[in-house]
């Protein structure tokens, strides 16, 4: 280990640990969730600043003294909590696992849906099939089986799919609803959420839900419970059979964090049918997170370890796409992008096509 570090690199201590970290990742990842399942996160953070002891985390709560005092410790080389004397005290990362809704999201979606599965990343890569999507049921990808997952694993599945789409709905709606749309596609419409407010924003709009039929029972649920009946139509299907059509004649055709579950050429063939269902002046509103688009290393980071999911549980050919590799297929479906709202809300960018 003779090499002096390049001048991005870090100092090669801080390598080493890094190294470490990586080597034990899936022990100090289940030792967070430990001590936030177990409630000993939140004891600590309700008792800031002055801290507890093992003894006195045990009895609170009722977690054996050996147990709590390995985890801690654990937690303490993971920087969740410091320790000083014999008092445990939580640190700011500590607090982002038992606060910050993202994290919980992301670590949930980890533990429940992909934890035993990305174990067969290697298969997964040089196969393109989701070798580990077998740990979770025998579909050919989680999308068939969604609605037939373990509840936690379905409830995990649907937080991460919310977390990422539904705060950006009311900034998406204004400008999808400028040309008043009367008929609007929702394309993947998953449990409705979209098209429910779609419904709320314009009293006159008709939406076509689009999705396996297990999905749409949930969004017609949804659907009749807000009272909109009478404007959504559902209408099955598997869209990586290139040979059915979509309803025809939209004004507007709706495709959030969708594209991002299929193969460049599944996207193109999907694109190339949204755009034969198109009005004359209809307009389809794509909505991504691109990798390459982010502002936060934080973000960037949540997309490409996605892409691992995407590549071992979701299907073994999709990913999260950079924003060249989604032109390219608009593009090549014969659409033209007429405009683009580089993250119009946070992370998600719009392209406007005809
Ligand atoms: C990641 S979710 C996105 C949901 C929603 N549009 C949003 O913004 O949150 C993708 C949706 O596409 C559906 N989907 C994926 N592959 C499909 C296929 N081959 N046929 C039918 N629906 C599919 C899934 O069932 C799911 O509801």
Redesign the pocket.
């Known amino acids: 280990m003779t090499e002096r570090p390049g001048r991005d690199e870090k100092p090669l201590y801080e390598a080493i640990i890094d190294a470490q970290k990586l080597a034990f990742a899936p022990f100090s990842f289940h030792a967070a969730l430990a001590l936030r399942e177990l409630g000993i996160l939140e004891a600590l953070a309700d008792c800031r600043p002055d801290g507890l002891t093992a003894e006195r985390i045990a009895e609170l709560t009722r977690v054996p003294v050996y147990g709590v005092k390995v985890l801690l410790e654990s937690g303490v080389v993971s920087d969740l909590v410091a320790l000083e004397g014999d008092h445990f005290r939580i640190r700011q990362l500590g607090m982002l696992v038992l606060r910050d809704p993202m994290t919980r999201v992301n670590m949930d979606f980890t533990a429940d849906v992909c934890y035993r599965g990305v174990a067969h990343l290697r298969e997964t890569v040089m196969t393109g099939k989701p070798a580990g999507l077998s740990e979770l049921g025998p579909w050919n990808?989680i999308?068939e089986g969604?609605t037939q997952l373990q509840p936690k694993a379905q409830q995990s599945w649907l937080a991460f799919?919310?977390y990422?789409?539904d705060p950006m709905f009311p900034a998406a709606l204004p400008k999808v609803f400028t040309d008043k749309p009367k008929r609007l596609l929702?394309v993947?419409?998953?449990t409705g959420?979209?098209a429910i407010a779609c419904l709320n924003h314009d009293p006159q709009v008709n939406v076509t839900l689009?999705?396996?039929p297990g999905?749409l029972e949930i969004a017609r649920q949804a659907i009749v419970a807000e009272g909109h009946s009478a404007r959504a139509t559902y209408h099955p299907?598997?869209?990586?059979d290139a040979s059915i059509e979509f309803p025809p004649g939209q004004d507007a055709i709706w495709?959030?964090?969708?594209l991002?579950?299929?193969g460049e050429d599944e996207i193109v063939s999907i694109l190339e049918r949204a755009r034969r269902a198109l009005s004359p002046q209809g307009r389809i509103y794509i909505?991504e997170t691109y990798w390459d688009n982010q502002q936060h290393a934080a973000a960037r980071y949540v997309l490409a370890m996605t892409s691992l999911y995407f590549a071992c549980l979701a299907n073994g050919n999709s990913k999260m796409y950079s924003s060249a590799a989604m032109r390219t297929c608009v593009q090549r479906a014969g659409l033209e992008i007429e405009r683009e709202l580089e993250r119009f809300s946070a992370s998600h960018t719009m392209f406007v096509c005809r």
């Open positions: 990808t999308y969604l799919d919310h990422y789409s929702d993947g419409a998953n959420k979209f689009l999705d396996f999905q299907i598997d869209f990586l495709m959030s964090q969708f991002d579950c299929f909505v």
